[in-house]
């Protein structure tokens, strides 16, 4: 919550992500419901764009997130707390590992088949509480 993330700014006990559009950090566009254009101060930018494979919803493949999460400096063990206007860049809810690209392609086109209802029901058979995952890919323990 955005109560959470100001704790955090105050505190000055966590590394701040912002994983918006770079346009959006660097204040040359505001959404909507933002109160000013611009990031928190001592925030980095990492453009969740990145992770996503062509503009699709699609992560890219597991090498690349582990050298993008390489680039995330922070002390050991400190709290690491992403943050969009929305939510919508910054959680990702789901996600699979698979050995070979192929099968990871196999995978996908099974899922693009389904309909909506499938997906979400994917999404909480494994996370019913819609809970963010991103800590496992930055941690390794996926």
Known sequence: TREQVLA???KHD???LDVRPQNFYLG??????????GTIPTAIDQDFTRWVQ???????????????????????????????????WSALVWFEMHSTMETAIAREKQIKAGNRARKIALIETENPFWQDLWPRIIDGSE
């Open 54 to 88: 062509n503009g699709s919803a699609n992560a890219v493949p597991t090498e690349e997130a582990r050298k993008l999460a390489a680039e995330i400096k922070r002390p050991e063990g400190q709290d690491l707390v992403l943050f969009c206007n929305t939510g919508v």
């Open 14 to 16: 966590a590394t701040l």
């Open 28 to 37: 040359q566009f505001k959404a909507p419901m933002a109160l000013m254009a």
């Open 8 to 10: 955090h700014v105050q």
